[in-house]
């Protein structure tokens, strides 16, 4: 009797046995591939075309989704764990509108952890019962699409979610909804949300008071939205691990509440663009590993009635001190800031000679700065690159304009709880 031949017997057991672990689960390929139907059928109602579809000619029903544009599997056996669906209608004028029904395919996916669906320009609700099935979501990003209503619960009960980002929709409400379940995740400190980008929708100021219990949370952006209230007296009492608070852009009123020295992890604040009033604490340059300052733009008075000693701080980069009420000479204590690359102090009422410690070392180590008129200082003492800049002052507005809208590479990015 014939042995077995242990070559034929290792390839025999390598094809199908082994094999079929390295090529995702069927049921996921066609979730997919029903997606991607979905995509084609509104293009082609619409006599649209673009070379995005092109690309998604690697999804089909003869290979591993696991080989496809923009799946990532991991796992032995392999599983679906990220979906980079961005801009799947770029090129295209107008853009079709979409309905949140085109992603329930995709909550067949449970092994998801990373899930982009930004800029596809979706309509209505965001379905909270479909999501609520994608129970190992780390990272959902959902910017740049035209989702409204509130957000719903069961995203806040996703157990492993770290980052949410929703920025660029016209969403409202709060966080809780008075919805009972998830007051109670939430207030359990269960949560694990460190990022929550909420910039550029129409959330009011239900929603900053709702935030305030996640106590977990790192990195927040409420700029651009309709937020027309006082700073939370005790902000920085629910916010310990805070690093990043972006509000600008908005209609908080009242000043910068004291509570906030208490934020000692804080690296970057935008409070510019509001209607802040009062004087601007200077306490705001001890935080040890701030970065960026922007609290110009509101009705804020830095006092110049008194020698104020600022303290020099390495780190800081960006200072926004635009319309602050800044009278006489440029402040000496910019002088201490030496790790400054943007400077404005434009729409202040600087006056006098251009301090010599400005012309000869500052202007040095600035990328960009801005004073609201050059006319103010000889222009024999401004060096060459200081006039070049102040000619390219229309690309600084530009910058100006932009500065409370974020993304996750920007510089707000931190790269990214009871009431």
Known sequence: MERPCPLLTFFSFFFFFFLPCLSCPEYQKQALLQFKSSILAITSSLNYSSDYYDQLQSWNSSSSCCGWFEVECRGIPRVVIALYLTNLFTGLSPQPQVESTILAPLFHIRSLKNLDISDNNIQGE????????????????????????????????????????????????????????????????????????????????GMLLSILCLKGLEFLDLSHNDLSMEIPTEIGNYLPNISTLALSNNRLTGGIPSSMRRLSKLELLFLHNNLLTGEIPTWLFDFKGLTALYVGGNRLIWNNSVT??????????????????????????????????????????????LPEWFVEIRVQKLGRFRFESAESYPSRRWPRRVQDQIRDIGKLDRESAKLGSFDRDSELTRSTRSC
């Open 126 to 205: 965001i379905p909270g019962v479909g999501f609520a099935n994608l129970s190992n979501l780390v990272l959902l990003v959902m910017s740049g699409n035209n989702f409204k209503g509130s957000i719903p619960p069961q995203l806040f009960r996703l157990p492993y979610l770290r980052e949410l980002h929703l920025g660029g929709n016209s969403l409202t409400g709060k966080l809780l909804h008075d919805d009972e379940e998830t007051e109670k995740y939430v207030l359990s400190s269960s949560s694990k949300l460190q990022v929550l980008f909420l910039s550029g929708n129409k959330f009011s100021d």
């Open 308 to 353: 104020v000693e600022i303290a020099p701080n390495p780190s800081l980069r960006r200072l926004y001190l635009k319309s602050c009420g800044l009278v006489g000479e440029i402040p000496k204590w910019i002088s201490y800031q030496t790790g400054l690359r943007f400077l404005d102090l434009s729409k202040n009422n600087l006056r006098g000679e």
